[in-house]
């Protein structure tokens, strides 16, 4: 099982970034598609993002244009460019690989 570590959440204005970043324990990681889910009070976690083991990238119809997902296979890292920032996008934000998950890190988008 791969160990997972999110960072990078906070609390950002309307139409502001954040960059949340993802470690991953073991270097097997480099095969499997990862993930970025989100869930906000109230409501299921959700899909956000995916990338496959060879940089392919897929997201959510609500985030497509505003974010970027993109890894780093030497680094073992994943990462999710969040720009253009709405309330709507508060949530805590998950990394993910196969059945593994991070402890997930809180983004609050507000003024």
């Known amino acids: 099982q791969v160990q997972l570590v999110e960072s990078g959440g906070g609390l950002v204005q309307p139409g502001g970034s954040l960059r949340l970043s993802c470690a991953a324990s073991r270097s097997i990681f480099r095969i499997y598609t990862m993930a970025w889910h989100r869930q906000a009070p109230g409501k299921q976690r959700e899909l956000v993002a995916m990338i496959t083991s060879g940089g392919y990238p897929t997201y959510v119809d609500s985030v497509k244009g505003r974010f970027t997902i993109s890894r780093d296979n030497v680094k073992n890292m994943v990462y999710l460019q969040m720009n253009s920032l709405k309330p709507e996008d508060t949530a805590v934000y998950y990394c993910?690989?196969?059945?593994?998950w991070g402890q997930g890190t809180q983004v609050t988008v507000s003024s």
């Open positions: 993910n690989c196969q059945s593994s």
